[in-house]
């Protein structure tokens, strides 16, 4: 009938609506309505937020990203342009040359970050997936570590259950390991202990800890840390960070059905991996 054809031709013109862009048009509903045809109305009616809220999101995004691109790119043209003058002292050039590569370092960085972010949100691990010894490659990341610890005056204390055994990819697994040692190292208090433990929580999982001293995280910041480009403090944006390596991490362990957590007691930060063994 015409009354029930026209909240269909309601929700054909707020799908069209949706496609110009406009997603505050809405579906009214009506008692009038059949059972079928109000429950149309109504997934149409809550669907309007969700695409609301991905937009916003992808906004966003497309305004982080080009945030962090803009400070290396305009040093690089502002360097360049220096270079190009002939009026730069000869002495000078070296210098400017490394600045340059520095933050083109830097740019590639954040692409292949995004990229890999990207990969993970589209579902597809690079590289095989095979059982291996997490313990094994958690004390190899270690050793790659402490000279780093070293150089900043820290300490870097391990305690690895052995043999305990995962499936997964081995380039992604042991980012994983690398992002929570660099974020512990980067934000660690001055000459403080960071703490790594790996062991088995349950029969068929495992938890990887790591906790440095610093400054408590608030409960909300215990959360918005793994967002992409978060930054709790001014020091993460001073520090060469994009806010990216938590949220690789988290988008890493979620793959593989784990979870990742923060928490902050006894003057420590901690992050926590829960990942399934075999």
């Excluded at 000459?191 to 790996?198: D, K, Q, R």
Aim: charged residues 25%; aromatic residues 6%.
């Amino acid at each position: 009938t015409r009354n029930q054809s026209r909240p269909l031709r309601e929700m054909a013109q707020v799908a069209r609506e949706f496609g110009h862009g406009n997603l505050t048009a809405r579906v009214h509903t009506d008692e009038s309505y059949t059972q079928e045809v109000e429950d149309l109305a109504l997934a149409f009616k809550n669907m309007a937020p969700s695409l609301q809220k991905s937009e916003y999101q992808r906004q966003e995004f497309v305004a982080n990203v080009s945030h962090e691109l803009k400070t290396p790119l305009t040093v690089i043209i502002t360097t360049a342009e220096l270079l190009n003058s002939p009026e730069c002292p000869t002495e000078d050039r070296q210098g400017l040359t490394e600045n340059i590569i520095t933050m083109s370092g830097q740019m590639r960085g954040l692409v292949e970050s995004l990229l890999q972010l990207a990969r993970i949100d589209a579902g597809r691990i690079v590289g095989a997936v095979e059982p291996l010894s997490l313990s094994e490659l958690t004390q190899d990341a270690i050793l790659s570590f402490e000279p780093v610890f070293f150089e900043r005056g820290l300490q870097l204390e391990a305690e690895i259950a052995p043999d305990i055994r995962v499936k997964g990819n081995r380039e992604q697994l042991r980012q994983l390991v690398d992002v929570l040692l660099d974020n512990a190292q980067k934000y660690s208090a001055p000459g403080g202990t960071t703490h790594i433990c790996l062991y088995q929580s349950r029969h068929n999982a495992c938890v990887l800890s790591v906790a440095n001293p610093g400054a408590p995280l608030s409960d909300q910041e215990q959360k918005d840390i793994f967002k992409r480009f978060y930054r709790a403090d001014k020091a993460r944006a001073m520090n060469h960070s994009y806010g990216l390596g938590l949220s690789i991490a988290q988008s890493t362990v979620q793959e593989y059905h784990g979870k990742i957590w923060a928490e902050s007691r006894d003057g420590y930060n901690y992050f926590l991996a829960e990942l399934p063994t075999i």
